[in-house]
């Protein structure tokens, strides 16, 4: 697998920022580069859980690096080798050429890059959901192109969310001069340039976008209907900006991206509004990522706890007066909370696998709405806990470790502005409310593809 501190030609080349502005490092790759050649197609979960590992090691030496400097050095060659690593291929439809692995494949593949990076694991966290989106609602045609795509290493970049509205999906950013999802008015090889839809509108929270292949980008159509339309990154018209400036999840660059008059191939285009009247799981996988994104972060604020403990901490003064301990992890204090914190971890991480067992049983398309709420609920709890559990671990290693771990060289800050700044964009109160509704009012979760 090639080291993350591999070379980037072919992906360095200076890309266009907001306003014309140039982002340093941000091209997307062409079509046929890769990342500095063929791309595996992994195809059993032993592959793809080993690949996970070896990518997070070879990622591990930078993170705090990465943290530090946030947009102001987007990970250009960190993801480059994600995506030169067939990594995000795994859940490509076997029809298509790709492995088909199931959501327990991806639940650990994004855990164990999060232990190390959760920004980084942040990254394709869009990616995999528009995966999904096509292989349940995407056209043969923009399966064959875009799915050959993934399989050669490209990555969909998100522009979902909106500034300014009532909410993240009141959406202002529209398709002008597409008729409406399944009039026949469009269809593939449609005559391109001046005839081709045309999109406008600013997205923000565009995570991946900044050096994607390709963006997926949701938009109101001429008949006012939701669809998901593909456009190159570097399209014209396409602006994708660094201006993100946040306490955590820094190296995800979520900034905004602006789409002014961009030419649309018409047979990119996705009816996304379809996916939401009828059952579907595309929120439960994509909150899928996210639980094992918290439950990665819990992972590695404990692991960096117990090493710090271990090797840089010294016991409490009673407890080293009372010759109870010599060194830190004797501190019964410590070894207990330790201990309970440990188990805590580890019972997201059970959650987490039984949550993505559980989407598994239920398949991209679930046999009714039973089915669908049984998997969206089985993800709501694994994501609400490990939230809960990824905070409190990173905010309770400080109290272990001692008032040294709080020296900035160190950077274990990272893990609690990590687990906060990823958790509040999905408020967790709303997780624990549709589990409660449901087992005491028999109450199914919306079908509005968040939960």
Do not use: C
């Not at 530090?68 to 060659?77: D, I, L, Q």
């Not at 960096?304 to 403990?309: H, Q, S």
């Amino acid at each position: 697998m090639p080291s993350a501190r591999a070379s980037t030609a072919g992906h360095t080349a200076a890309g266009p920022g907001a306003g014309g502005q140039d982002v340093a490092g941000a091209r997307p790759a062409d079509d046929d580069d890769g990342a500095g050649g063929a791309v595996p197609v992994l195809r059993t979960a032993d592959e793809a859980t080993a690949a996970a590992r070896a990518y997070a090691e070879s990622i591990a030496d930078g993170v705090i690096e990465r943290d530090r400097a946030g947009a102001s050095a987007p990970p250009v060659a960190e993801l480059a080798a994600l995506d030169a690593s067939g990594l995000l291929a795994i859940t490509v439809p076997r029809a298509a050429g790709g492995p088909e692995l199931g959501a327990t494949v991806l639940a650990e593949v994004v855990r164990t890059i999060a232990a190390v990076d959760p920004s980084i694991a942040q990254v394709p966290q869009g990616h995999f959901l528009f995966v999904d989106a096509l292989a349940v609602w995407g056209s043969p045609e923009q399966q064959q192109r875009l799915f050959g795509e993934v399989l050669r290493g490209a990555r969909l970049g998100n522009a979902q969310a909106e500034r300014g509205g009532l909410h993240a999906q009141d959406l202002k950013t529209r398709l002008r001069g597409f008729p409406g999802a399944g009039t026949g008015a469009f269809g593939p090889g449609a005559g391109a340039g001046p005839s081709w839809p045309r999109l406008h509108g600013r997205k923000y929270y565009t995570t991946g976008s900044l050096t994607a292949r390709w963006i997926g980008v949701t938009a109101l159509d001429d008949s006012n209907t939701l669809v998901l339309a593909f456009v190159r990154r570097d399209a014209s018209g396409v602006h994708v900006d660094d201006d993100w400036n946040v306490m955590g999840q820094r190296a995800t660059v979520s900034g905004s991206a602006t789409f002014d008059d961009v030419p649309v191939d018409p047979g990119l285009v996705v009816p996304y509004a379809r996916a939401f009247e009828v059952p579907q799981q595309l929120g439960a996988r994509s909150q899928l990522v996210h639980a094992a994104i918290q439950a990665g972060i819990a992972r590695g604020a404990l692991n960096d706890a117990g090493a710090f403990v271990r090797t840089k901490a010294r016991p409490f003064f009673e407890a080293a007066r009372a010759g109870w301990a010599h060194a830190a992890s004797e501190d019964p204090h410590t070894i207990y909370r330790y201990g309970e914190l440990a188990t805590k971890v580890s019972a997201a991480e059970a959650l987490l696998a039984s949550a993505a067992a559980t989407l598994d049983e239920v398949g991209r398309v679930p046999a009714g709405e039973k089915e669908a709420g049984r998997g969206s609920l089985a993800v709501a709890q694994a994501k609400a806990f490990a939230s809960d559990v990824a905070a409190e671990v990173a905010g309770d290693l400080f109290s272990l470790s001692g008032a040294s771990a709080t020296d900035e060289k160190y950077d274990l800050s990272r893990h609690w502005r990590n687990a906060r700044t990823h958790a509040s964009h999905d408020p967790v109160a709303w997780k624990y409310h549709h589990v409660g509704n449901f087992l005491l009012n028999d109450v199914l979760p919306p079908n509005h593809g968040q939960l």
